[in-house]
């Protein structure tokens, strides 16, 4: 599976940011995405994933819904629509996947780096 992410960048606290992932190599229709961040001097951290059909998603309760996970089932995409920005969601935001059933995530991006301003 390969998994190519775009769509990160510099922003002010406050405003927001759309990432999206693309997918290759594998029946999309078969795999759980999900995104997960690393700050820096911290552990990767899970941020949010949805499920095969795209019906079902979770997230982070840190994040206090103002993250949302969507998948395009025609594109092969998986996007994470991030608003109301804070200084704290600087990372590097990776996108993962894994064959449904599976417990670990066995492909990954590159990440990109999103960084916010106050």
């Known amino acids: 599976v390969q998994l190519v992410e775009s769509g990160g960048g510099l922003v002010q606290a406050g405003e927001s940011l759309r990432l999206s992932c693309a997918a290759s190599g594998v029946p999309f229709s078969l795999i759980v995405m999900a995104w997960f961040r690393q700050a820096p001097g911290k552990e990767r951290e899970f941020v949010s994933a949805i499920d095969p059909s795209g019906r079902n998603a979770r997230y982070a309760d840190s994040l206090e819904g103002r993250f949302t996970i969507s998948r395009d089932l025609v594109k092969n995409t998986v996007a994470l629509q991030m608003n109301n920005l804070r200084p704290e969601d600087t990372a590097v935001y990776y996108c993962?996947?894994?064959?449904?059933?599976?417990?670990?995530?066995?492909?990954w991006g590159q990440g990109t780096q999103v960084t916010v301003s106050s």
């Open positions: 993962a996947s894994k064959p449904r059933g599976n417990a670990d995530y066995t492909s």
